[in-house]
């Protein structure tokens, strides 16, 4: 199956600071992405879907100024973090889609971020 | 708008016993259909998965699922179970040929017993 990478898989950072997650479609052009946050011992649940330029579609509730997505590239999507705090310590997982149907949805391993 | 519910947020079984985990699910039109696992720390590893066709499905390390239209169901089978089974396991669905993000149940804790 297809590939698709996170970077980075581990980040710690201070409260206030900004983190850039990037997640990558390894052989496959990806028109679209989709990002999950995972809280410890819970479910996926989708943040945002990303189309690669333009702007991205964020679900009821998730704060679009503080997940700043960006899609520039057919293999390559953004999640920046900014102004990180606790509350946002979490499991970050990206999938990318294929772009003609029948979709396939291939998943990232995952980015844990802690914010101290 | 699709729902994937799953009954039992923990399961326990002895080793070597049948695994069964139930997944039903909520859609408006043909679903697809998918188990994943997930070890500690880990992202997710797709175990199988359902789109069209035979409805009894095959996946790895031993599993199969079968799409049961008139009962809205995806249950997830494995005649015996092995220490290295326990780990978390979610069912998901998409609509439209896989279009829609996957849309998750709340998982089911896998516990196996020696």
């Known amino acids: 199956g297809a590939v698709v990478s996170q970077h980075p898989s581990r980040v710690i950072c201070k409260s206030g600071t900004s983190v850039k997650i990037e997640c990558r479609s390894l052989d496959f052009q990806a028109t679209t992405m989709f990002w999950y946050r995972q809280f410890p011992k819970q479910s996926l649940m989708l943040m945002a879907t990303?189309?690669?330029?333009?702007?991205?579609?964020?679900e009821q509730g998730v704060e679009k100024d503080k997940f700043l997505i960006n899609h520039a590239s057919l293999t390559l999507s953004t999640l920046t973090v900014t102004s990180a705090h606790p509350e946002d310590s979490s499991f970050y997982i990206c999938s990318a889609r294929t772009g003609t149907p029948p979709y396939e949805q291939y998943f990232g391993p995952g980015t844990r971020l802690t914010v101290t | 708008a699709q729902s994937v519910t799953q009954l039992g947020s923990h399961v326990s079984v002895s080793e070597g016993a049948l695994v069964l985990l139930r997944c039903n699910y909520s859609s408006s039109v043909p679903p697809y259909l998918f188990w994943y696992v997930q070890y500690p720390n880990q992202g997710l590893q797709l175990l199988l998965k359902?789109?069209?066709?035979?409805?009894l499905v095959k996946g790895i390390n031993g599993f199969e699922a079968e799409f049961k239209k008139s009962e809205t169901s995806f249950h997830l089978t494995k005649p015996s179970a092995h220490m290295s089974d326990a780990a978390e396991y979610f069912c998901?669905?998409?609509?439209?040929?896989?279009?829609?993000?996957?849309?998750f149940g709340k998982g089911t804790r896998l516990s196996v017993i020696a």
């Open positions: 990303s189309n690669e330029g333009s702007k991205a579609t964020y």
């Open positions: 359902y789109t069209t066709g035979a409805t």
């Open positions: 998901a669905v998409s609509e439209f040929s896989g279009n829609t993000p996957l849309v």
